[in-house]
């Protein structure tokens, strides 16, 4: 394998895209616990985060301390088509391709790195954002599939879809989402502007796709929440406006496991990609 | 929920159709271990086997003591779409739906009865078997897929499919497949028939499919191995051929791992069935 040194640039940032299946992890990092947590200690769950594995996977490649900015903080058993991350090595490199499968090679098979990329020292992982997109996906038959076990969210009784859809298109712009939010979220602004909010359904699934500039915590399954309670009839269509309106969190639905939920990929500002 | 007394029909034998993931569980039935065990105590994995959970739910839904019986004893992490499995009951029956969901309620969300049906009394899940199919299912691409993680054997290196199907017809016939079976299989004869052995691509996925009349101890995962090896041109095609004839286990490839493997359909002598 040939290795390749720039003397001129000592520290390289690289981009990462990665897949994983969140089941066996405590989420991205453990930084879940929001600022105000008033305990003392905080709880080992003893599992292992995604960004813990992948850090130790890319400390044996370059073999210097190093540390993973992730995009998103996903949740525990929270999924991921395309998280992204950076970080910075000054090391010699090997050619991108044989970087990415070093690194692959050194993950448990339930963790992907997609993509290799190196980026300009503008971009950051978390500043750099521009927009994500999420997937919540349901599986609406009167039977669970026990292939699926954990990768979504059962549903026996049969969703109203056009009432799932309209309810939806309401998410859309910006508004303040704090009715959609968990408490201790640790955020000033609760401001957040969705793109896209769609319902699709192809035979026994049914997904919500949610597109935004960025989502407080638990947003997305709180949101995926309400729309399933109102495909379920046990809220009015409605309620989306309302609950946006009053930013009361009793007024939003049950928040829906983390199961079902992909972060599916993220988008970022042009000045910050590789040219 | 109504209830339905047949008092001259005491006893009811029931048949299940069940599909399971199998990584959380040692395997179907703790019987794994042959006959020719030499050990003195049987190892504890601390994994329940699928017939225990079941067992455990029907229990709590026909409310006496019973013992299912199971079509195919899967070993440890291989999964189910078409296990087949019988049982008596001589208590007050409640609807078939109603049975099905009920059972279905008790178990965790990596088992589901798919369908249950009354069998006249001769029915046997593992003496009426006319026939089993068994798919084989390999990720063929230079990356992991995080989603399947534990549903799938992972192969990087693009597998001559043409040459798989070649090797992969010479399995079909009524052979000795004392080569292909792991030592202490504990059975007088290994001669079995094998009806059907296809080797498909569709995108990433290659899956072998074998319908036989019964199988040897890891016979297929070493079936599978031996096609695996030969995709790879680490064997010749006319291995499968010399293996069958020469009867030697150490012609045949390695065992493929449990995860790839599904137990997909079982038919039954038709005397046998519902009417």
Not at 3 to 29: C, E, M, N
Not at 77 to 95: L, N, R
Request: hydrophobic share 35%; glycine share 8%; with cysteine.
């Amino acid at each position: 394998m040939s290795f390749v040194v720039d003397p001129s640039s000592p520290s390289v940032r690289i981009k990462l895209t990665i897949a994983y299946r969140g089941t066996h992890y405590h989420g991205w990092q453990r930084q879940e616990i929001p600022p105000t947590w008033k305990g003392e200690t905080l709880p080992d769950h003893g599992l292992p985060t995604v960004q813990e594995c992948l850090e130790k996977a890319i400390k044996h490649v370059v073999r210097h301390p190093l540390n993973v900015v992730g995009s998103s903080r996903t949740d525990s058993g929270v999924h991921a088509k395309g998280q992204v991350v950076h970080f910075d090595t000054d090391k010699v490199q090997i050619p991108v391709e044989g970087f990415r499968r070093a690194i692959n090679s050194r993950l448990p098979g339930d963790i992907n790195v997609v993509k290799l990329e190196h980026t300009p020292a503008t971009f950051d992982a978390i500043g750099s954002t521009v927009s994500k997109r999420y997937q919540y996906v349901i599986w609406n038959a009167i039977d669970r599939n026990p292939h699926l076990y954990g990768l979504d969210n059962h549903r026996w009784q049969t969703l109203d879809v056009d009432l799932m859809r309209q309810a939806a298109a309401s998410f859309v712009g910006t508004h303040d989402f704090v009715g959609f939010a968990k408490a201790g979220h640790g955020r000033e602004s609760t401001v957040r502007t969705i793109f896209n909010c769609a319902v699709s359904k192809r035979k026994q699934f049914v997904v919500i796709g949610v597109e935004g500039s960025g989502f407080l915590w638990n947003q997305i399954r709180i949101m995926a929440g309400t729309l399933l309670e109102i495909g379920h009839g046990e809220l009015p269509a409605d309620r989306v406006r309302v609950a946006l309106e009053s930013g009361e969190r009793r007024l939003a639905g049950r928040t829906a496991p983390a199961n079902g939920l992909y972060l599916q990929w993220i988008k970022f500002a042009s000045n910050s990609e590789p040219a």
